[in-house]
């Protein structure tokens, strides 16, 4: 034995009001062993829960995970290869809660890595198992709070229509990202994300991802490609599961090496993703068929020194019919809603930044951001906007 690392986690996500509402505390850890260059072994715990006596609330909620992993690690050539699996179980119970739900759920995710450093190369392919059961507060909350209202031209039109939150709105407002965990799975937008909505450890999932990263000889530029083909696990309201496709493509190009001096900043960007969501129809079930594209394009340009010229776009375009479950407050699907979306959001922006430091700059920004919706004549729109904005990392 080589190594053996050890690391915990304690804290209070949630307190108690002495009434109904008791401490909630997420705490664990994880035990590692470096057997050697090839082999290592690690072990993770996490829990959720409730401390009883905090309030007049006599039940308490329980979330524990527990997975254990495997690393085997082998350089063969030029290539250095790595095979990284990782599975457990997960259990949500309530003690003392009359005829509350007990569940059970699995992973298994095994990936395949092989990087070749003299070529500039590295693939990555992996199989996943996520049951529709498995509940990991600590992987699936959401960043985003769909339920948030925007705050900043949050009525328009002479009717003061309500506006709903859009890619815009999560480009400005702090307050619409969430800052604890969620005992429950939280409300999600299919128009953005309906593959990996919880991240890679969304429930009800299964299937196959493959990477590819190609770094050219003198970093002059940099691609990557993923290809996601998933199916759920099971199917929700009916037997045949839905299928999920997505295809995303990002490219870096370091000009500042070709054009110019080195050490002036010169980057052009571009990311595109299609995502795609079907299911045969069944009797009395509509067939589903949705699609998103995502297209990203940046540019970063040093025009004197530490002033930058910045220009960039985003459009995101969505169309198709989908069924999205209601969930109780124990997050058990008892209903399904009808979904169908048709539009798309557009935003281009340029600005100059200077940079005082690595760490802080200040830019002058000028935006403009059409909504478009084909069913809901109120939700289109454009917004444009001047900003002055200092911005300081720790």
Known sequence: MKELQFHTVATRVRTSDFGSINDR??????????????????????TL??????????????????????????????????????????????????GSPETNGKIFDAKWMGVNSSKGLSVEAGWKYVSSDFRSPGAQTKRVNYNYQPTSFGRITNDQVVRDLTAFDLMRESNAYNRQLSSNLMLIQPKYDNITPYGTATPNRQGLTVN?????????????????????????????????????????????KRFGSKDKLFDVS??????????????NVRAVDLSTQILSVGMEYEFWDNWDLMLGLQQITFNGFDYTAVRNNFSEIYNFREYQTDGSEFMQAAGVRYRFSDKSSLSMNL??????????????????????LYQMNF
Not at 26 to 40: C, I, K, P, T
Not at 70 to 77: E, M, N, V
Not at 270 to 283: G, K
Not at 367 to 376: E, G, L, R, V, W
């Open 212 to 256: 590819a990263r190609y770094v050219s000889p003198r970093q002059l530029f940099e691609i990557s490609a993923t290809q996601l083909m998933l199916q759920e696990t099971r199917g929700e309201g009916t037997l045949l599961p839905r299928k999920f496709m997505r295809s995303e493509v990002k490219a870096v190009a370091h000009l500042s």
């Open 25 to 46: 505390l997420f705490a664990g850890y994880n035990v590692n062993l470096v057997q050697s260059n090839f082999l290592e072994i690690g072990m993770n715990h996490v």
């Open 270 to 283: 571009v990311r595109f993703r299609n995502d795609n969501t079907s299911r045969e129809e069944e009797e």
């Open 49 to 98: 829960f409730d401390i009883e006596g905090t309030s007049r609330n006599l039940s308490t909620f329980h979330n524990p995970v527990t997975t254990g992993t495997l690393l085997l690690k082998k350089d063969i050539s030029n290539w250095k290869m790595k095979v990284n699996v990782e599975a457990g179980t997960s259990k949500t119970y309530y003690e003392k809660f009359e």
């Open 367 to 388: 935006s403009n951001f059409k909504n478009t919706d084909a069913f809901d004549a109120t939700q289109n729109y454009n917004v444009r906007q001047f900003m002055l």
